[in-house]
């Protein structure tokens, strides 16, 4: 949601198409890896560790959000600008939050899959 807001602020205020492009490839993926979660493909495709693939996606989206939306908050051409990088930055935070809550859930140590012990 607030991806979505940073995305929707972004386009009002016709900022610059690389702030916009990042706010929306962002929900995109976020979406994307909703969708997984939620229709329990991730259980389905093994080929892949999906959570490390999220906590790579978190990662890399931090980093592209800290640039694009510190250069929109010290730009602020607009207060709509403004306001999609203070969401942004805020994404950004939760994108941390996902990254360590993610890392301290994950154990490569442990079995995966149904046949996992329980705790």
Do not use: Q
């Amino acid at each position: 949601v607030l991806a979505l807001a940073t995305f929707l602020c972004f386009v009002a205020s016709n900022a610059h198409e690389a702030y916009a492009a990042l706010a929306g490839l962002e929900m995109g993926i976020t979406l994307l890896f909703l969708l997984l979660y939620l229709l329990k493909l991730d259980a389905k495709m093994r080929w892949l560790f999906w959570p490390l693939a999220d906590i790579f996606n978190s990662v890399i989206a931090a980093l592209f959000l800290l640039v694009v939306c510190l250069f929109a908050v010290i730009v602020k051409s607009n207060k709509g600008t403004l306001a999609g990088g203070v969401l942004g930055l805020i994404l950004l935070v939760l994108c941390v939050v996902d990254t360590v809550l993610l890392c301290k859930k994950i154990s490569l140590a442990r079995p995966r899959g149904r046949n996992a012990p329980t705790r």
